[in-house]
């Protein structure tokens, strides 16, 4: 079946650490996105890809890196620039402009 | 720019009541509505979109909702509430003058009386 696949689905950082979350697709949509949600807060935009090798900054990219070197990867890095890091990850694809997002199931990250 | 605006961080209703979800929306140009529901700890699923067309939109598990363009509302509704409702609702918005890019409410939490 077809779908997104984000690893792993808990991550417990150290400060000071850097930790890579991983996001695969085999939908073959061109469009990708990571997500962070915080209680309250919707879901605020960090990252997204239109393209291989292009990506653009959402609206709380600081303290966080992407790479698209591969149509259905998008790995999410959360260095340690990012200082309130805890929280849960949503990576999403799209293809078409008129379609909804799908989206992973999630990771949760929690700095100990 | 767009943003979207939930009325009521949390609703309760008992079962098999009506379930109403607001969802108000700005936007400068004509946008995409979507609904989404999300379990704990999981993923975001589809409901139900507007796109152009028809304004009476119907979605998954009975649920559906009005595009109101003077009212710039998108409300969620479902006649008769089941148990397994009981979850966290976002509603979203888009347009391709933003790049597609999905703008989403904070979230209205659910919750289903027995």
């Known amino acids: 079946d077809g779908g997104i696949t984000q690893s792993p689905k808990y991550l417990f950082r150290k400060e000071g650490q850097n930790v890579t979350l991983s996001c695969e697709q085999n939908l073959n949509h061109d469009a990708m996105y990571w997500y962070r949600q915080d209680p309250g807060q919707g879901l605020r935009l960090i990252y997204y890809s239109q393209i291989v090798n292009d990506f653009q900054k959402g609206d709380i990219a600081e303290g966080y890196s992407v790479s698209r070197e591969k149509k259905e990867s998008f790995p999410l890095t959360v260095t340690s620039a990012q200082k309130n890091p805890t929280a849960f990850y949503l990576c999403?694809?799209?293809?078409?402009?008129?379609?909804?997002?799908?989206f992973g199931s999630g990771t949760r990250l929690t700095v100990v | 720019a767009q943003s979207v605006t939930q009325l009521g961080s949390h609703v309760s209703v008992s079962e098999g009541a009506l379930v109403l979800l607001r969802c108000n929306y700005s936007s400068s140009v004509p946008p995409y509505l979507f609904w989404y529901v999300q379990y704990p700890n999981q993923g975001l699923q589809l409901l139900l979109k507007y796109t152009t067309g028809a304004t009476l939109v119907k979605g998954i598990n009975g649920f559906e909702a009005e595009f109101k363009k003077s009212e710039t509302s998108f409300h969620l509704t479902k006649p008769s509430a089941h148990m397994s409702d009981a979850a966290e609702y976002f509603c979203a918005v888009s347009a391709r003058l933003y790049g597609n890019k999905l703008v989403f409410g904070a979230g209205t939490i659910l919750r289903v009386k027995s």
């Open positions: 999403a694809s799209r293809t078409g402009e008129a379609y909804g997002y799908t």
